[in-house]
């Protein structure tokens, strides 16, 4: 079983920055998919970014194209969520997932899920 605990969230301005990590313990997720979702209350899960096992591959949502950057080191069972130029918009529970294929996870289909960590941007 693996657990993925998330941390850096917290309160920023607008156009502000922050980075999420998300530690997994139980096993090594060196060869897994990871990824970020988020939600706001009352409203469904939206997919955020993926990177794959190796790191070669990553695809993001367009609404945080540009903005946002994933990476993960393996060595430190530990992928990073680098967010930047916020917006409004981006408040939400930001969740880490992973495992899976890509074309399932992306759909929200990931084997294991972290509990989240709340980003609020201010306007």
């Known amino acids: 079983q693996v657990q993925l605990v998330e941390s850096g969230g917290g309160l920023v301005q607008a156009g502000g920055s922050l980075r999420l990590s998300c530690a997994a313990s139980?096993?090594?997720?060196?060869?897994?998919?990871m990824g970020w979702f988020r939600q706001v209350p009352g409203k469904e899960r939206e997919f955020v970014v993926y990177?794959?096992?190796?790191?070669?591959?990553?695809v993001y949502a367009d609404s945080v194209k540009g903005r946002f950057t994933i990476s993960r080191d393996n060595a430190k069972n530990t992928v990073y969520l680098q967010m930047s130029s916020l917006k409004f918009e981006d408040t939400a529970i930001y969740y880490c997932?992973?495992?899976?294929?890509?074309?399932?996870?992306?759909?929200?289909?990931?084997?294991?899920w972290g509990r989240g960590t709340q980003v609020t941007v201010s306007s």
């Open positions: 997932a992973g495992g899976g294929l890509y074309g399932s996870f992306v759909r929200g289909a990931a084997a294991y």
């Open positions: 139980g096993r090594t997720i060196s060869s897994s998919a």
């Open positions: 990177i794959s096992g190796s790191g070669g591959s990553t």
